[in-house]
């Protein structure tokens, strides 16, 4: 089953269990989406996430708050190189206008119990590299409290996978869409991929993803898609031993890099996932 979502589509597939009834909590799922997309989108005027960008205080909603507290922590342990206050410079790559420096951080985001302040006048908040992975932890628990105990939803190549049942998937090559880099089988958790290759302007290093190093592609497999979004961008944009810290100190992560000679580098024992 698809469902528009995102900008493109996600994916949900819920194996041996009834169409018509599968279709109809599916429906239900997807009116719950459809709320929670509506927080965040950072390119809908009428977003909640828009007017706090437009008014630069706002008393927010309960799941806005939570996705920004939880920005704000990686934010912090990069020390400002994943930064979610940049949406100005996000707009002017994907318009490819002229980038102009910022006068805004994320430490100019003030959070007062479920008053957030944006102090300076450069700040855009943008979090689209965390609230897809949000949103579709929302809508597995979702299913999980209608009964369903397997199934996988990919929401525009971010999976998340729930249950038993064990799947293989590929993970893309980055130079080349009609190859994969390697496959990985995965059961009962996520998994997220940040490169440079799907959104950029002109060049490589123009992509999506501000201040990145010398990876192009970086995969993570968490037991939420929030934590497998959000480190697979925070990652990409860290140097090697500020990358190789940040992973050491979360187990629960497992991380497979790969950078600009098409080198890989294994964490965490990402390596016991990769198949034939």
């Not at 819920?14 to 239900?28: C, F």
Request: hydrophobic share 35%.
């Amino acid at each position: 089953m698809k469902r528009k979502l995102f900008g493109s589509e996600i994916e949900i597939i819920l194996p041996e269990m009834d169409e018509s009834l599968a279709n109809e909590i599916v429906d239900e799922m997807y009116i719950k989406a459809l709320r929670l997309q509506k927080i965040f989108n950072f390119y809908d005027k009428n977003s909640e996430l828009s007017l706090l960008n437009k008014k630069r205080k706002l008393k927010v909603s309960d799941e806005l708050l939570e996705i920004l507290n939880y920005s704000l922590k990686l934010c912090e342990l990069t020390k400002g190189k994943y930064d979610i206050s940049m949406g100005k410079t996000i707009l002017q790559r994907k318009n490819s206008e002229n980038e102009t420096k910022l006068d805004c951080s994320y430490k100019d985001i003030e959070i007062k119990g479920s008053i957030v302040v944006l102090t300076k006048e450069d700040i855009l908040i943008d979090l689209g590299s965390v609230a897809k992975g949000y949103i579709t932890d929302k809508l597995i628990s979702f299913l999980k409290e209608r009964g369903i105990e397997e199934g996988m939803i990919d929401s525009r190549g971010d999976i998340s996978f729930f249950g038993e049942k064990h799947w293989k998937i590929g993970i893309q090559h980055p130079r080349n869409k009609e190859k994969t880099i390697c496959n990985v089988e995965l059961a009962n958790c996520t998994i997220a991929t940040s490169g440079d290759y799907n959104q950029y302007c002109k060049d490589f290093k123009k992509s999506h993803i501000l201040n990145q190093t010398e990876l192009i592609s970086i995969t993570v497999v968490a037991p939420t898609l929030m934590e497998a979004d959000i480190y697979a961008t925070a990652l990409f944009v860290l140097d090697k031993s500020e990358r190789d810290k940040l992973i050491i100190e979360n187990k629960n992560i497992q991380v497979f890099a790969l950078n600009e000679s098409l080198n890989s580098k294994n964490y965490n024992g990402f390596e016991e996932l990769i198949c034939d």
